[in-house]
């Protein structure tokens, strides 16, 4: 009789530990999605169902400058990251092996490597060079900072897509007498768009949660949504930072939910 293949899923404990980690997981989340909704002053304490936080977080002008601002920040970097990641990509899946191909990988994916505080200390002292130069204290360090952190996670879906796709398509437009910019135009970029499109997805959540690298590179004046909640959490912590978690939680859902499904196309 033949032997059962190891599944770790029959092991003793398993659904036990499985159930505990979910719920330490994702239980502070739901708790924090149904106190939004809390209509008393505290935050631990239920007071019935209000949309009153939710009225005064988008009555607040600083949240919503907050807000306008993170949608710049991680709009741009998310179209800067994806372009550089496309380019990157193509670059290094469209043609034969060479010698340094894996040094390049290593440099594109190291920001994912290095811990995100090193990176942010790195950024706050070279733009504080630049800062001090130029006397510029503009949003383009934050976009530049952000776009940066972005590339790998933008080149990761769109160099999967190239992986998987058929390079005889290529090779007969071509065949063809297509010019290599109609190839692309024509065939590359058609099959390549929803790798693009969950690259470019994946780095505005990315951009758009950033805390550490905003943290130290932002000046005066220039707090995105994340470091504004973790500003106002640092003096006290209030329901309307509840209601602003759950908007932001909502958000990144949808984002990634879409990511998901585009990275799981073949067609």
Not at 25 to 30: A, E, G, R, S, V
Not at 162 to 171: A, I, K, N, R, V
Not at 222 to 249: E, H
Request: hydrophobic content about 55%; glycine content about 6%; aromatic content about 12%.
């Amino acid at each position: 009789m033949a032997e059962r293949a190891f599944s770790a899923t029959r092991l003793p404990g398993f659904a036990m530990i499985a159930v505990a980690v979910f719920l330490v997981l994702y239980l502070p989340i739901f708790t924090l999605v149904i106190f939004s909704f809390n209509d008393a002053n505290s935050v631990a304490i239920w007071g019935g169902f209000s949309l009153r936080w939710y009225q005064i977080a988008w009555a607040n002008d600083a949240v919503k400058e907050a807000a306008v601002r993170s949608l710049i920040i991680a709009t741009s970097a998310a179209l800067i990251a994806t372009t550089v990641a496309t380019m990157a990509a193509l670059g290094t899946t469209r043609r034969a092996a060479f010698k340094g191909q894996t040094l390049i990988y290593v440099i594109i994916n190291q920001p994912l490597m290095v811990p995100e505080i090193v990176t942010a200390v790195a950024l706050l002292i070279f733009f504080g060079f630049i800062k001090v130069t130029t006397g510029y204290q503009g949003l383009g360090y934050l976009i530049a900072a952000h776009s940066a952190f972005c590339v790998p996670f933008a080149y990761l879906p769109i160099r999967a897509r190239l992986e998987g796709m058929d390079l005889s398509l290529e090779t007969a437009a071509a065949d063809l007498y297509a010019t290599p910019w109609q190839t692309f135009r024509k065939v590359t970029l058609p099959l390549l768009l929803p790798g693009i499109i969950a690259g470019a997805m994946l780095a505005f959540v990315i951009s758009l949660d950033d805390v550490v690298i905003t943290e130290f590179v932002k000046s005066g004046g220039q707090d995105t949504l994340p470091t504004y909640m973790l500003g106002q959490i640092r003096r006290a912590v209030t329901p309307d930072v509840n209601a602003i978690s759950t908007a932001l939680l909502v958000l990144t859902v949808l984002l990634l939910t879409a990511f998901f499904l585009l990275t799981r196309r073949r067609d």
